[in-house]
Structure formats: C-alpha cells, structure tokens
C-alpha cells in the first residue's frame, strides 16, 4: 500500500513556473513507476509526465515537452514535477499516481493515486 500526497499548486500568471511535489508513504517507493496527470474541469484526465523506478526514463506528454520536467528523489520519497512557462491551458488539478511496473502514460497501468493539487494559469 502506497500513500501519495501532492503539494505545491497555486496560482501563477501565464509564463511562470511552478514546482509540485509527490510524497509517498513506506519503503518500497523505488519498486514503483511514478507519473504525473492532470485534469481540467469537464475533461478527462490526461498523462502529463512519467518517469520509471531509477529515475533513468522519463517521458512526456507532447503538450508538455520543453516545458514540464519530472524528477525523483527515491531517498526522500517524493517525484518532483517542475512547470516551465505555464499557460492557462495548463489550469488544472494534478495527481501523481504510482504504477507497479514500467513507467506508461496509461492512467490503467498505475495503482495508487493521490487526492490532487491544483494548478490555475492566469492570463
């Protein structure tokens, strides 16, 4: 059983940044694929960002690449998404999930989700 909480949203103008933080509970945090999704009202989740078990691969969402990086600290427990150049298309509240096997941008493919932070883009 894996404990996800995220921290770090907010509001922000379009063209700043922001870093959210995933913390998991227990010890077996390096035996999962971590990854980052996000959903806007009225839309359906979507992947934002993956990263597997080592930290070694990572890969992101097209809407995302240049600008989000994701990142993990399997000492400290936490995955790390830091927003670049945020736009209000990014408004949205963002869950970090972590998944059993290879990092996937499938949301079927992860276990444990957290309760979400949200993220608002002004213009």
Known sequence: QVQL????GGLVQAGGSLRLSCAASGRTFSRYAMGWFRQAPGKEREFV????RSGLRTYG???????FTISRDNAKNTVYLQMNSLEPEDTAVYYCA???GIATP????YDYW????QVTVSS
């Open 106 to 109: 499938h949301p079927r493919d």
């Open 5 to 8: 909480v995220e921290s770090g």
């Open 49 to 52: 960002a993956t990263i597997s």
């Open 98 to 100: 972590a998944g059993g």
């Open 114 to 117: 957290g309760q979400g932070t």
């Open 61 to 67: 969402a097209d809407s995302v690449k240049g600008r």
